[in-house]
């Protein structure tokens, strides 16, 4: 199989993923903020990086981000359920904080634009590394009108760090809508910090994991950062439990329409990657993948006090 098929039947595979994480997670948790219609946009980011590449990952993907970087779907499940075997030990949500160990810098304040900027230091780092590694922030779109935003943009920019920015613009902050929520286009900031700015088609998730690719190896090669604009839809609600009232029946269909797992599967069908018979099968192994995961997950002991640092404490004493 060529590398390219192979590339394209990952990103089909980590879309899969998110989607039934998404579905699994959401029919537990009403606070879980699925990623419904934006997996391309997701799996075009994270598949394919380097091991020593850092990623600040938006929330609406966190565990994606952390999954295609290596991390244990078990792990990533059990520390949404306050288990100690999560990667915060029980004591933060972990849809939020992806593990360090796989190179995934989480959102632990909970504060949306601090990311971005530990993506730009974590670019600065690998600057001073010397090894080439680069760093990747992506963040919603109303994330986008923090002013971490600017601070990180302009010093990447200044010191053409090997960052790149990925917007994931799905048109919504909660309720929000992109024309209430800021003015002018996230990606034509672009030439006002003298990068180079690049709309992309956040449900193609081949043209999002170029338009991704092509960024990292200019900024691996010293041409320092890129901003990027995935453009997509939230089909769902901004949480599990939000029926999402706010916005209109017909817009909802009409992205449900440019579905990215649905367009991917078409293209790998076209191309005599993948038939529907294999896709059927692939669908299947990602279900079992996913519900064995959540069922070990839940099966894992609760923290004890450990986990609050009074070991720690009292380790002097
Ligand atoms: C600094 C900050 N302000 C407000 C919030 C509350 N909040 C949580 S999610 C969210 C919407 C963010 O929208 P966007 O960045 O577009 O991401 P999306 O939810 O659309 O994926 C807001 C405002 C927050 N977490 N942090």
């Not at 079992?288 to 099966?299: F, K, N, S, W, Y």
């Amino acid at each position: 199989m060529s590398t390219r098929d192979e590339n394209w039947l990952a990103l089909y595979r980590l879309m899969l993923v998110v989607r039934e994480s998404d579905r699994v997670i959401g029919g537990i948790d009403g606070h879980w903020h699925p990623a419904l219609g934006e997996e391309a946009a997701i799996a075009g980011c994270y598949h394919g990086l380097r091991a020593d590449d850092v990623v600040a990952p938006h929330y609406r993907g966190m565990l994606a981000a952390s999954y295609a970087r290596g991390a244990d779907l078990r792990r990533l499940f059990a520390g949404l359920d306050g288990r100690a075997t999560g990667h915060t030990r029980g004591r933060y949500r972990s849809d939020v904080c992806g593990p360090f160990e796989v190179g995934v810098i989480g959102l632990y304040s909970g504060a949306l634009g601090p990311p971005i900027e530990y993506a730009t230091g974590a670019a600065l780092a690998a600057r001073l590394d010397g090894k080439g590694a680069v760093a990747l922030a992506v963040f919603g779109d109303g994330s986008a009108s923090r002013g971490n935003f600017h601070e990180a943009v302009n010093l990447g920019a200044v010191l053409r760090l090997p960052v790149v920015f990925v917007c994931q613009n799905n048109q919504y902050a909660i309720s929000t809508p992109a024309a209430a929520e800021r003015g002018g286009s996230i990606v034509d900031r672009a030439p006002g910090y003298g990068i180079p700015g690049v709309r992309v088609d956040g449900n193609d998730v081949v043209a999002m994991h170029e338009a991704v690719q092509a960024a990292i190896a200019r900024a691996r090669a010293g041409g320092g950062p890129t901003l990027l604009e995935a453009f997509t839809y939230r089909l769902g609600g901004h949480m599990s439990a939000d029926p999402a009232p706010y916005r209109s029946k017909d817009e909802v269909d009409e992205w449900a329409r440019r579905d990215p797992i649905a367009l991917h599967e078409a293209r790998l069908a076209a191309e005599g990657i993948l038939d529907a018979q294999g896709a059927a099968r692939l669908k299947q192994e990602v279900e079992t993948e996913v519900a064995q995961a959540m069922a070990q997950a839940r099966e894992d002991p609760m923290p004890g006090p450990e986990v609050l640092g009074i070991d720690r404490v009292f380790a002097g004493a």
